[in-house]
Nanobody
Framework: QVQLVESGGGLVQAGGSLRLSCAAS????????MGWFRQAPGKEREFVAT????????NYADSVKGRFTISRDNAKNAVYLQMDNLKPEDTAVYYC???????????WGQGTQVTVSS
């Protein structure tokens, strides 16, 4: 299992941008599919985006499609989430996750807070 550490969260005004990073350690990174999830206060954790092992296939929640971009750099053992045109409803703790399949994420980071003010 890899260990994951997120960074890059913060406070931003609506319409602004943030780039989240997730660094992996403790194992081989490339066999894992990677995902970003988020959890807002009082809500369940929800899917945001996934990226395939090689980085060529991505998938997004409808709520972020066209505004967020997920990418990965296997040479750096890292995955990223570029978030543009942020909205107050994007406010949440964002988590990255690693899994051997898209339905089985077994490594999670500690999360990074993203707050979007109106």
């Amino acid at each position: 299992q890899v260990q994951l550490v997120e960074s890059g969260g913060g406070l931003v005004q609506a319409g602004g941008s943030l780039r989240l990073s997730c660094a992996a350690s403790g194992g081989t990174f490339s066999p894992y599919v990677m995902g970003w999830f988020r959890q807002a206060p009082g809500k369940e954790r929800e899917f945001v985006a996934t990226v395939s092992r090689g980085g060529s296939i991505t998938n997004y929640a409808d709520s972020v499609k066209g505004r967020f971009t997920i990418s990965r750099d296997n040479a750096k053992n890292a995955v990223y989430l570029q978030m543009d045109n942020l909205k107050p409803e994007d406010t949440a703790v964002y988590y990255c996750a690693a899994g051997l399949t898209y339905s089985d994420y077994n490594s999670w980071g500690q999360g990074t807070q993203v707050t979007v003010s109106s």
